[in-house]
């Protein structure tokens, strides 16, 4: 090798102007988007609610198919409430403070514009007084002119109102309705149906599931889609509802339409094929240690953590 030539990373890792993180060891220490595989005890069954992430001791179900347990969703919902009046009070207020500023500004336009033109007119009745008089129009100007007003606050930037900030921090309007905290779709407590599962009979394993499906007695698993007929909240494999329920649109003597049946979300079984999300990722600007530290070694003060691995 020639002597012009820089010898390997390894030899001038921490050294000053090597102090650059490379792209194995900002992968290593977290950087940039992270990837995760998830197992079965990272997923959800298709009767957990997604809040609470355990089972829903009194299920309800949204339009879309998200379960929740009934009192976690209400406490969410009322939350969701308070919280919006707050934020819609704290926009109206400042929706007033701007319209009031501009109210302020239009009415200090005005008056810069009268003070223009009264100028004007003073100006020209002194000129046209000094003339007829033999020349005093300078002193007449002097005698008949208005006081100074008064100094326009629109360049105190000392003050709260004109400061560079005060246009900072602009509110959104809040929306008028809840949503649902994992569709952030528009969610109602009158949109919630409760689910009555019908449970196995005693003395069944729960590795043959905890539910039946009301028509064929088959069990109700996380492999298998559950649909809930909206009128009864009726749960019931798909299978069941297409062969028995749709071609009649009646169960139990009351009406189902098509529009009146919830698809539940499956539930995760831990394969990539049974539809649920087996992977997690997350994006970290600057790693996992909570630094903003992008160097290492020499130049780097106290980043030298970023060669630990263990």
Not at 17 to 25: C, F, P, R, Y
Not at 87 to 93: G, I, L, P, Q, V
Not at 203 to 214: A, T
Not at 275 to 289: D, F, I, Q, T
């Amino acid at each position: 090798r020639s002597a012009g030539l820089m010898g390997r990373h390894s030899q001038n890792a921490g050294a000053v102007g090597k102090e650059t993180l490379t792209h194995a060891e900002k992968k290593r220490l977290g950087w940039g988007t992270q990837r995760t595989r998830l197992g079965r005890d990272g997923v959800l069954s298709f009767d957990a609610c997604n809040l609470g992430m355990v089972t829903a001791k009194v299920p309800v179900v949204t339009p879309e198919g998200v379960v929740y347990d009934k009192e976690a969703i209400i406490e969410c919902l009322i939350a969701q409430r308070e919280d919006l009046k707050r934020k819609r009070a704290a926009w109206e207020a400042q929706q007033a403070d701007k319209a009031a500023e501009a109210a302020d500004a239009e009415d200090e336009r005005r008056s810069e514009a009268l003070a223009a033109f009264e100028a004007q007119n003073v100006a020209a009745v002194a000129g046209d007084a000094g003339v007829a008089s033999g020349g005093g129009g300078a002193e007449g100007a002097g005698e008949g002119s208005k006081p100074p007003a008064a100094p326009s606050l629109k360049k105190a930037y000392w003050l709260p109102t004109q400061g560079p900030g005060r246009h900072k921090g602009a509110l959104d309007e809040p929306p008028s309705h809840t949503s649902c905290p994992t569709t952030k779709k528009k969610l109602r407590m009158k949109d919630l149906t409760e689910v009555k599962f019908m449970p196995m009979p005693e003395g069944v394993s729960e590795k043959e599931g905890k539910y039946l499906d009301p028509l064929t007695r088959d069990p109700l698993t996380d492999k298998a889609q559950v649909v809930v007929l909206r009128p009864s909240g009726v749960a019931m494999l798909e299978s069941s509802y297409e062969r028995f329920v749709k071609p009649d649109g009646v169960y139990n003597g009351k009406k189902v339409r098509a529009k009146d049946v919830i698809k539940l979300r499956k539930g995760g079984t831990g394969f990539a094929a049974g539809g649920a999300p087996v992977e997690a990722k997350a994006h970290h600007s600057h790693g996992l240690g909570a630094t903003n530290a992008p160097l290492r070694g020499t130049g780097a003060s106290l980043s030298n953590f970023g060669l630990n691995y263990n």
